[in-house]
């Protein structure tokens, strides 16, 4: 009876560490993918900051000095969308981002305006304009490698900064 009870305790034993084992290697494995996916989608997101200050070149070269370039379609869609499903806590940025880069353009059509109706290139403002939107980039892309520093190089678990969690539920809420 003795040895048939060893039996049993040592198979018991070898499947339960072999399913804790799979667990845990398994366990390993998702975080790595999920820190692998994030920081893949944290440098879109950086690129696509770029190519929103890019973009927005190409619009004053178009708009205020009569440039023929294609105007193409803003990345700010894709920036939105990497940031609600990834990054909400940072969200608030992009909107301050994305205001600001609003205002840019309303300055860089009312020039436009001008420059059509013959008033000559003004670009009395620009330095302004221009800089509200350096400073709001800025503290976007500070927030956004803070974030990286303290996260995704950490060994620590991933986890969402309760701003983060009340951000999401926020987003759902009907207005």
């Avoid at 845990?24 to 879109?44: C, P």
């Avoid at 900051?49 to 000095?65: A, C, I, M, Q, T």
């Avoid at 520093?149 to 809420?173: D, H, T, V, W």
Wanted: hydrophobic residues 40%.
């Amino acid at each position: 009876m003795g040895d048939l009870l060893s039996v049993v305790i040592g198979g018991v034993l070898a499947i339960g560490g072999g399913a804790g084992t799979q667990w845990y290697l398994y366990r390993l494995k998702a975080r790595g993918e999920s820190r692998q996916r994030l920081a893949s989608k944290f440098e879109e997101m950086v690129t696509l900051v770029y190519e929103l200050d890019h973009w927005l070149g190409k619009s004053n070269e178009r708009l205020l000095f009569g440039k023929e370039n294609i105007e193409t379609v803003t990345p700010y869609a894709k920036m939105r969308a990497i940031t609600v499903v990834y990054f909400p806590h940072f969200y608030h940025l992009l909107t301050e981002l994305n205001v600001i880069s609003g205002d840019y353009q309303i300055w860089l059509i009312k020039k436009a305006k001008k420059r059509c109706e013959g008033e000559g290139i003004d670009d009395t403002g620009f330095e302004e304009i221009y800089k509200k939107f350096l400073d709001a980039q800025r503290k976007l892309l500070n927030e956004l490698s803070s974030y990286v520093e303290n996260e995704l190089r950490s060994n620590k678990p991933l986890r969402l900064p309760l701003k983060s969690i009340i951000g999401r539920f926020l987003l759902r809420a009907p207005a």
